[in-house]
């Protein structure tokens, strides 16, 4: 089925030891997704959702102890274990092969084995990078369809000649025990039994485009990134594009999908990527930005018309939901849709909605869904060169500590600001709700090797361009001292996003502050808003006995990365609390 003999003798190889009744090569094809959604239809995978109101949409209830990625069966298997870093889970690469073996062996009997080429990134794109995927799970093939850029035109691409990414994936018996996400980075292959949800299973996204991309990344010269891209066109129509990483679950898709408020006459946010980016420095020294991924896997829960109609407005058809509940007329719900509750729903278990079940959606339930479909969807989204980015944000969750907006002082600082990312934890992966964790440039579940070599792969590039973007830091989450939070969020975000493009135009003001450049309460355009000055004061303000212990937590964060945490990041820390202090005592 292909020409390509490395591809061809793995595919046998890996029917060899999985023993499927069938292999299907995927094309892509609308012919072949209808027939994968017969298929699951036929056999429970996919629910028919209302056809009038919901046209071609289908519901997935995956397992209920499959319902997010289990970050702690999540390994990276690299011959030294130095190499993987105390970020990440570590296994020898040939105790993961013999364990990962076992567990294929036959676990395809009875099964179709289906193959998926695919290409992360735009086709024709110097940045683009290809995989091949062999899964179980017709789900699976359903959702890379809309995630990646499956089928002919990517097997073309490999067949060029151009290395690709071997994913085997299997949903085993899902049984938690027996549930392992492998990567290899030394050899580009990914290896996933167990589970299938999202994250653990579609490897094109956080598997490749993050954890092995993030290794290649690191070795080629460029950043492969867990971030959303957004243009920001102004009132005279020039755009500018930003990159944004904020932890899971922090809004990200919300903001690449800002519907500026009423009274930002002229502006407008185009949409680029929701999740992750791959950015190189390009032929004119600027750093050049590609979305790899086709689609959104969003989070449901939370998404209206009120806090994101882009998206709304992107969803309604063509789309795969997991795990939202259902209303009887086969209409997909989730807690924080527009409308009153429906007397009656059917639950993300299907069962008859029940309060004490808890909510009738799964918090981290989904949609799937072509990044065509969004009203906002840029129209440089799938430009081989991709967009040059002007601003890199990088965001958290917290009701303390961060303000809602500075700057960095540079590439070294905004380095390090990167690297003291923290976020209260949510539903989005298996654990503990509501706990502050560190999460570096948001890619604490997802870089494939040290931390510490990869701050020094982020500061490497200041001596290769002086074309830097600007770095900023943002918190949209603070709160007042009765828990209220301060800061109205979802589209008034676009504020703080104008200040940032101003910045980088050199039009507006800034305080220096130890922690970074923040604005004064006149510098950010709250007009119309109902904001009181004092409100933003608050939301604007840096305690220093507050930052003092945020130092001091951020110093023990860097200390158990041990030798190779560069020592212009502890330099920088150094730094902060000596004008902290200095500032205190004047
Ligand atoms: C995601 C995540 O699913 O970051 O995008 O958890
Ligand atoms: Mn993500």
């Not at 086969?330 to 808890?358: M, T, V």
């Not at 931390?451 to 792969?457: A, E, K, L, T, V």
């Amino acid at each position: 089925m292909t020409t390509n003999q490395e591809l061809a003798a793995w595919v046998k190889t890996v029917a060899a030891l999985t023993q499927p009744d069938r292999i299907h090569w995927c094309d892509g094809s609308p012919e072949e997704h209808g027939r994968l959604i017969d298929e699951m239809l036929a056999s429970g995978t996919l629910i028919k959702l209302n056809e009038r109101t919901h046209p071609n949409c289908f519901l997935h209830r995956s397992d209920p102890s499959d319902v997010a990625r289990v970050e702690h069966l999540t390994y990276i298997c690299t011959q030294n274990e130095d190499d993987a870093g105390s970020n990440n889970n570590w296994m020898d690469p040939a105790e993961a092969r013999a364990k990962m073996e076992q567990l294929f062996a036959g676990c395809m009997r009875g099964r179709t084995m289906y193959v998926i080429p695919y290409l992360m990134g735009p086709y024709g794109s110097p940045y683009a990078r290809a995989g091949v995927e062999i899964t179980d799970s017709p789900y699976v093939v359903a959702n890379m369809r809309v995630m990646a850029r499956i089928g002919k035109r990517s097997l073309e691409h490999i067949e060029s000649g151009k290395t690709f990414v071997k994913g085997l994936h299997s949903i085993g018996d899902l049984n938690p025990d027996r549930r392992f996400i492998m990567h290899f980075p030394e050899e580009l292959m990914i290896q996933s039994v167990g589970s299938g949800y999202g994250g653990n299973a579609l490897l094109g996204k956080k598997c490749h485009a993050l954890r092995i991309a993030s290794w290649q990344a690191r070795t080629e010269g460029w950043l492969a990134e867990h971030m959303l891209l957004l243009g920001i066109q102004d009132p005279d129509g020039h755009t500018s594009y930003v990159a944004a990483a904020f932890p899971s679950a922090c809004g990200k898709t919300n903001l690449a999908m800002l519907s500026p408020p009423e009274t930002m006459k002229g502006w407008k946010v185009w949409t680029v990527g929701d999740d992750i980016a791959w950015m190189h420095i390009g032929p004119d020294g600027r750093l050049w930005a590609i979305n790899p991924e086709a689609g959104f896997f969003g989070v449901a829960p939370g998404t209206s018309l009120k806090t994101n109609a882009n998206c709304m407005n992107t969803l309604g058809r063509d789309t795969i939901y997991t795990n939202v509940a259902m209303t009887p007329d086969g209409e997909p719900w989730w807690e924080g849709l527009d409308g009153e509750r429906p007397a009656k729903l059917i639950d993300w278990q299907g069962r008859p909605y029940d309060p004490a079940n808890g909510p009738a959606a799964h918090p981290n339930s989904r949609f799937t869904v072509a990044a065509s479909q969004c009203p906002s969807y840029s129209d440089k989204a799938n430009a081989p060169e991709g967009v040059p980015i002007s601003a890199i944000i990088f965001g958290g969750r917290r009701s303390t500590v961060a303000p809602l907006v500075f700057e960095a002082m540079d590439w070294e600082h905004g380095v390090f600001a990167g690297a003291a990312v923290a976020s209260e934890t949510t539903a989005a992966a298996v654990g503990a709700v509501g706990q502050v964790r560190r999460d570096s440039m948001a890619m604490k579940p997802f870089c494939g090797y040290h931390f510490g070599d990869y701050w020094n792969h982020w500061l490497s590039f200041q001596t290769r361009t002086s074309k830097l973007p600007r770095v900023f830091h943002v918190n949209w989450f603070r709160k007042d001292e009765n828990g209220k939070f301060m800061w109205p969020g979802y589209g008034e975000n676009m504020r703080v996003l104008k200040w940032i493009v101003e910045r980088c135009n050199g039009k507006a003001g800034a305080a220096r502050t130890p922690i970074g450049f923040v604005p004064g309460p006149g510098d950010i355009d709250v007009s119309g808003l109902g904001i009181g000055e004092e409100v933003l004061r608050a939301l604007l303000a840096i305690d220093h006995d507050v930052w003092e212990h945020e130092t001091t937590d951020i110093a023990a964060y860097f200390a158990s990365f041990g030798e190779r945490v560069p020592a212009a990041l502890k330099q920088q820390l150094a730094r902060i609390r000596a004008e902290i202090d200095a500032q205190r005592a004047a």
